[in-house]
């Protein structure tokens, strides 16, 4: 019994504290390993053109809206 009392005793259980502690730990390098590299890499990013993603294009989603508001009016 002596021996598992000491064994008990031995362990460790991480605390909330640690947990907290280590998983701020991990966020913080991973955001400063992003940006670092995304700084690091900038030169070698492509350009994607706006006709294979118009989904970013900010001037055709405006205009979309308002065809869209177009056709609502109409079908009323």
Known sequence: M????????????????????????????????FFSLNFLLKPYMRDIPMEVTPWLDKSLQQTDSVKNQEVNETQK
Do not use: G, R
């Open 2 to 33: 002596a021996d598992k009392q000491i064994k008990e005793q031995e362990t460790w259980m991480p605390s909330l504290k640690w947990l907290c502690k280590s998983f701020l730990v991990i966020m913080v390098v991973l955001v400063i390993l």
